[in-house]
């Protein structure tokens, strides 16, 4: 495997729900949740064997954990005494598969539903020398429910070695927890389920589950304020980035700039011909503070450099951006910096090599403390100085002008909601995708703004 592809993984132990993205983006490189599940089942039956118990009882939920809990035991059965007991109700397709699948293989199934049909099984708790506990993993929340809370309870009562998958189901007495993939906090031991290490390297559709869902309450403004100063010798680009800001979810979105264009969507500052002076910097500190996220620099142009620190300096967030992106480097109380290979060079004074894993290195090293770098290339670098992610999405019809704009215009939304490193590295995704889309949709010769509807329908088209 690529060195640059371990070097770079997330530490253990892992957030719940960056789990369940790389579970995600594993499904989207072709590893269904099915094959895993069979591999962390397999995983778990190797595991309880390795205790040479005579009698396993097997205790499944209704969810994936579940799942694994029932492939487990159609292992186990091949070999010894096992039986199972699981809770009755609706499952999701894989883990119903995995119980149809042993109730062909005739072993002792037991459906409970109630407190009172676990303690009808008190039996099985007893006589078993070996109990999995696969009754919830990172699925669980809130106070048990019957009939999870009996089964804990008897489990912890049964005189059996307890092997909990995954992670222990909230209050049983593990006495070995076999983790998959990676540890959820506490492990004795970790199983590879065959998930690729490019589901976490990389950016992938996972991904997109940590955005936040606008609430069924959500007032005008949760959406974020987003304030784009830009214009000037690239008239356009400002408002690509706040276009491309609304679709991705802002509610409300300032343009700074010395050019008026017909765009009703967007609320227009007006400047004069330059972006320089006291007044100037005055105006767009007071916006800059007034904003969820600042995008500085879309079409900019070189001259409105000491602006530009002071606004990015009154910026609770900020993305700088194309023009922007020179020394001294502006900061504002965490930062996006999106540069290509060249501005890269101009604000970081390093080159990028053109190999992944060099380049990996030098934009980790050149990160600032609150400071994000996403390097725009064939492949996307983020990092947060710790953190590296790849993102491959893209097309070459996208090296059309404009898609740098859109790309951070979409950054500043999702910062106005989320940290920065998330933010970075799905908007690097997101605008990818919305050009491949768009390549479909028209070929070579599409234009920036044929983007914009892609956005909205990747990011919340589900
Ligand atoms: N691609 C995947 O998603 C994979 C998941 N795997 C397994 O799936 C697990 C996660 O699966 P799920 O997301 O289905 O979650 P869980 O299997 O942890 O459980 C979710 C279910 O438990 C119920 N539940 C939650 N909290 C409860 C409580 N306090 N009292 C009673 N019932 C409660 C929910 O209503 C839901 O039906 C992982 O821990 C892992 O073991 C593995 O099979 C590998 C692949
Ligand atoms: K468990």
Not at 173 to 185: V, Y
Not at 189 to 217: Q, R, V, W, Y
Not at 442 to 458: E, V
Request: charged share 20%; net charge negative.
């Amino acid at each position: 495997m690529p060195s640059w592809l371990t070097e770079w993984e997330d530490e253990d132990p892992i957030e719940h729900s960056r789990m369940k993205a790389i579970e995600r983006n594993a499904e989207a490189l072709g590893v269904s949740t099915r094959q895993m599940m069979e591999s962390a089942g397999r995983a778990l039956a190797e595991e309880a064997l390795m205790q040479s118990p005579e009698q396993v009882l097997v205790l499944c939920g209704r969810g994936n954990n579940g799942g694994d809990g029932f492939v487990a035991a159609r292992y186990l059965a091949r070999t010894m005494e096992c039986s199972c007991i699981y809770v009755s109700g609706d499952r999701k397709g894989d883990s119903a598969a995995n119980l149809k699948a042993l109730t062909a293989c005739g072993i002792p199934l037991h459906e409970v539903s109630c407190r009172e049909d676990i303690s009808r099984l008190a039996d099985l708790f007893s006589s078993a020398d070996l109990i999995i506990d696969a009754l919830l993993g990172t699925g669980a929340g809130g106070n048990l429910r019957e009939p999870i809370a009996s089964c804990v309870a008897m489990a912890n009562e049964s005189p059996a070695y307890i092997l909990s998958a995954d992670l222990p189901t909230p209050g049983i007495s593990a006495d070995a927890i076999l983790a998959f993939h990676r540890s959820k906090g506490i492990a004795t031991s970790i199983a590879d389920i065959g998930i690729p290490l490019e589901a976490e390297c990389f950016t992938g559709p996972g991904d997109l589950l940590s955005i936040p869902k606008k609430p069924e309450n959500a007032h005008k403004g949760y959406g974020g304020k987003v304030l784009v100063v830009g214009g000037g010798p690239y008239q356009g680009a400002p408002y690509l980035a706040g276009l491309a800001a609304l679709r991705a979810g802002a509610d409300i979105v300032f343009v700074a700039s010395p050019h008026a264009l017909d765009c009703p969507d967007l609320i227009h500052i007006p400047l004069p011909g330059r972006i320089s002076g006291e007044e100037i910097c005055d105006l767009l500190i007071k916006y800059a503070r007034e904003a969820d996220s600042v995008v500085i620099g879309p079409g900019l142009g070189a001259g409105s450099h000491d602006v530009v620190l002071r606004v990015a300096a009154a910026a609770r967030r900020a993305v700088i951006d194309a023009d922007a992106l020179r020394l001294p480097l502006p900061a504002g109380g965490e930062t996006i910096y999106t540069p290509h290979a060249g501005e890269f060079a101009r604000a970081f004074g390093r080159d990028r090599s053109g190999n992944n894993e060099t380049d990996a290195a030098i934009v980790r090293d050149a990160c600032t403390e609150n400071g994000i770098i996403l390097l725009k290339g064939p492949t996307d670098i983020i990092t947060d100085g710790r953190r590296i992610r790849f993102n491959r999405t893209g097309v070459p019809a996208m090296t059309v002008g404009g898609t740098g704009d859109i790309l951070a215009g979409v950054a500043a939304a999702l910062f106005c909601r989320m940290p920065a490193f998330e933010a970075a590295a799905i908007a690097a995704y997101v605008t990818g995708r919305a050009g491949e889309e768009a390549a479909l949709a028209i070929g070579d010769g599409l234009i920036a703004s044929d983007l914009l509807l892609f956005i909205a329908q990747i990011l919340y088209g589900d």
